[in-house]
């Protein structure tokens, strides 16, 4: 069982940065692939980015490529997204999530545990 949370979120301005973080509890986080997704009001919730259980691979979605940064600390048990470059359309509850295979890091449902999520509001 791993239990996730989220910290980090807030609000800021257009162009401005925030670094979102996620803790996770247990002794075997760096046995999890890790991802980030975010949900827009009125939106289902998307893939954002992801890493493996070294680090060594990350993935990205498309909108966010060069912006956003996924890494991860397996000695503090802590996975993080820093974002750049922030637009209003990043504007979501942004969750954490664990899972154990590193096969579809993409797909929603393939993540075995979630985080409760934290906000972040981008004004213009």
């Known amino acids: 069982q791993v239990q996730l949370v989220e910290s980090g979120g807030g609000l800021v301005q257009a162009g401005g940065s925030l670094r979102l973080s996620c803790a996770a509890s247990?002794?075997?986080?760096?046995?999890?692939?890790m991802g980030w997704f975010r949900q827009a009001p009125r939106k289902e919730r998307e893939f954002v980015a992801a890493i493996s259980w070294s680090g060594d691979s990350t993935y990205y979605a498309d909108s966010v490529k060069g912006r956003f940064t996924i890494s991860r600390d397996n000695a503090k048990n802590t996975v993080y997204l820093q974002m750049n470059s922030l637009k209003p359309e990043d504007t979501a509850v942004y969750y954490c999530?664990?899972?154990?295979?590193?096969?579809?890091?993409?797909?929603?449902?393939?993540?075995?545990?979630w985080g409760q999520g934290t906000q972040v509001t981008v004004s213009s």
């Open positions: 999530a664990a899972k154990r295979t590193i096969v579809a890091v993409t797909t929603e449902r393939t993540y075995d545990y």
């Open positions: 247990g002794r075997t986080f760096s046995s999890y692939v």
